[in-house]
């Protein structure tokens, strides 16, 4: 039997990136005329089909749906997943995730890998490098052939599908606000490297509440810190040279470590500096003091997503004209607990 | 194309659970006749054979890992997750997850599902359902097919394949012989409700460590928590009434929130009441104080069974003479932190 070619095969055989294999295949002008050629002959020569089992699938329901997560650390991607879970399985579905560890080359490959007859549709977050690369064609080939795809939380314009997002900007404005309300007026925010997507959102939040209040916006006043790995120094030295008296956190670890690096430091939480994180999670409930945080609802956010999803994948495709693409928006929700409690004196 | 039957589809049909499908297929005497007649029957009738496309896969490989785990909202399981992910990876392996969510229903579907062609071996702890029942022919059907399976941590002596296990009772020993030597007499172990096979093996080490040491074993110092629930109130009373100087916790989650409770009622940690945990995740880093935890190296338990499954996978099946399968140990480390700072005066 002759074995399948995929992406990751031809990016191996000619040494070249697995992005640079898509968007040759493509034909895209990003790409050098020689390698373009290089890549279609070999692609040719093995007779590499994208996906090419899927086409045959549509008949031929699986009953699973593949599920692709930047990671499984943070409490928020393990709270959607809980939701998608609770709902597939209700209707008869089983939950099938891989996990991209923030890596384009490692969703193209559980994407290409899950696309290939394992699931009848897709639920996903996007990579960091992903977002970063705005690179989305692998994203496109799945919907191209009628796999349903619904995006949550990271998502992008660029692709036509259903979506799942929270009110980010919102969420931190109204978060800001709060702090204001209690007296303060020096608020830093602690953000991912880069900006992820989300992260950018809740940063316009950030600084839409602080214009309206007539508050100076202050590039000095934000801690950027790398996504998955540890940065401590950083931050001791952000929150020992500057004089701040709230803090708004894109998620609940930077806000717990940053609790623990003032506290050890001799300040006071909330007395001297007030604490908001996103992402409601265990570490939020039983940090000391307890944080207050924005809740994303990620179970609801879960449910929603595998709704829509399984909603196409039954739909009757015979009946419809056009194909409608919706995108939900679930409303978080600031939960109060120790790390706000009380007004600046 | 007629559509293959699965032990769920046979389950659902007849209304029984998928232990009994299973269990009458295998015509096992705990069925009663009638039932398991018919069960055979139907499984005749829709030709239904265990996952039938494997065995025709030997020769074809997928480059898949299937990986089956309990549960993603502890740390534990996470990193080995991890761990399975670096080494198969760096082997050109993807990995695909499923939850079982502690059922063993969900265990058994998701186990049939991945057998179906879309792996080339399974890597897996068991649920804890599935332990409680004792119930463990899905393993046996995927082994006796040929399909190699290698568990971890949570494993069963009745199924002969690879494990990878930690010493969990030596571990749990040297860590209550620590609190002893530091002066402490009056340690209670908080443990999960029915003993999972794991939390068996920790409060036997626990046991051994009070005996050594002349101290009476007492029932009444254990305090059994459900595994995923919240129980707080049961705790709260089981500490109020109770004089104690030190708590060996199975887990970190159950010690976070034992600290707190005793925190929260006047008491000091560790002055009046050294904790230790295990699993040591980012809840006893950042906790307050932080928490002295067993470290159970979970990423090297996970490379480890990587390492073991992909060695299985690439063997070649016409050399060998006799199947060999293999038990490793990991050992597990005390990582000493703030709430067991000093000894008792």
Redesign the interface.
């Known amino acids: 039997?002759k074995?399948k070619i995929t992406l990751k095969h031809i990016a191996r055989e000619l040494d070249v990136s697995i992005s640079t294999v898509s968007k040759a295949l493509k034909n895209s002008e990003e790409i050098g005329q020689d390698t373009k050629e290089k890549i279609q002959a070999f692609a040719k020569l093995y007779n590499y089909r994208p996906n090419n089992i899927a086409i045959s699938l549509k008949n031929?329901r699986t009953k699973?749906i593949g599920v692709i997560i930047p990671d499984?650390?943070h409490h928020f991607f393990?709270t959607v997943?809980r939701g998608i879970?609770q709902y597939a399985?209700n209707k008869g579905y089983?939950?099938?995730?891989?996990?991209s560890?923030e890596s384009f080359d490692?969703e193209v490959?559980?994407m290409e890998?899950?696309a290939n007859g394992?699931i009848d549709g897709f639920i996903m977050a996007l990579a960091g490098e992903t977002q970063l690369k705005n690179d989305f064609n692998h994203l496109k080939e799945v919907t191209e052939q009628g796999i349903p795809l619904v995006l949550f939380d990271r998502v992008t314009e660029d692709v036509q599908c259903d979506k799942v997002i929270i009110n980010d900007e919102e969420a931190a404005y109204q978060a800001v606000k709060k702090l204001i309300a209690s007296g303060r007026r020096k608020i830093a925010l602690v953000t991912t490297e880069g900006y992820l997507n989300v992260s950018a959102k809740r940063a316009e939040g950030y600084f839409r509440a602080l214009k309206e209040h007539h508050l100076p916006i202050d590039k000095d006043m934000i801690l950027e810190l790398p996504y998955q790995k540890d940065n401590e120094k950083k931050s001791e030295e952000f929150f020992r040279n500057r004089s701040i008296d709230a803090v708004l956190c894109v998620n609940e670890?930077f806000a717990?470590?940053c609790m623990?690096i003032v506290?050890r430091s001799g300040k006071r939480v909330p007395d001297d500096i007030a604490f908001i994180g996103f992402t409601d999670g265990?570490?939020s409930r039983?940090?000391?003091p307890t944080l207050s945080s924005v809740d994303q609802h990620g179970e609801l956010m879960g449910e929603t997503a595998a709704r829509m999803l399984i909603e196409k994948i039954e739909r009757d495709h015979d009946q419809e004209e056009e194909e409608i693409f919706q995108t939900r928006i679930i409303s978080a929700t600031l939960v109060e607990r120790e790390s706000t409690l009380g007004s600046l004196k």
């Open positions: 039997m074995r031929k699973n499984i650390v393990t997943f879970e399985n089983n939950v099938i995730v891989c996990v560890d490692k490959i559980n890998m899950l394992s670890i717990v470590k623990g506290q265990i570490l039983l940090s000391t």
